[in-house]
């Protein structure tokens, strides 16, 4: 069977390891809904939900100028996944994780990386999952985890 070549959408010759702001998304194996439920609310639900919830507090979806409410449920997995995704934050002092989305097949997020001795270091030696010097190294790190460990 031949497989898909697939699009390569990193910029040609950018250094991903320059301190900035960088949207990541990333898809679960052949898009199987392994992370979460979304499921139409009620805003009376939302209320009270919200306070069981912790960090999975996002209960609004606007559509058009009509305020549809939805309740996502992260399952087992996708709780596994949210843990460690901000397990990078806490492995890296100079990343931090602006925004994190779970959605049922794929995750978004909005990865920093902040101003740091790291940032201007050009050497190609990573330490494993400590102070990662690039987007790449830390998605990486992040499939590798979560691979073994779900």
Do not use: W
């Not at 901000?86 to 990343?95: A, C, D, G, R, S």
Request: glycine residues 4%.
């Amino acid at each position: 069977m031949e497989l898909k070549t697939r699009k390569n959408h990193r910029l040609k010759g950018y250094n991903y390891s320059i301190c900035g702001y960088y949207y990541i998304t990333i898809c679960v194996n052949k898009m199987n809904c392994l992370l979460c439920d979304i499921k139409q609310s009620t805003q009376e639900n939302i209320e009270q939900e919200n306070s069981l919830r912790g960090i999975f507090n996002n209960p609004l979806i606007l559509a058009g100028s009509t305020r549809t409410f939805a309740t996502v449920t992260p399952t087992i997995m996708g709780k596994l996944v949210t843990e460690s995704f901000y397990n990078i934050e806490k492995l890296n002092t100079n990343i931090k994780i602006d925004k994190f989305a779970l959605m049922p097949n794929h995750i978004h997020a909005i990865i920093v990386i902040e101003k740091s001795d790291i940032c201007f270091n050009t050497q190609k030696e990573y330490d494993f999952q400590v102070d990662r010097k690039s987007i790449q190294g830390l998605i990486r790190d992040f499939k590798s985890v979560t691979t073994r460990k779900y």
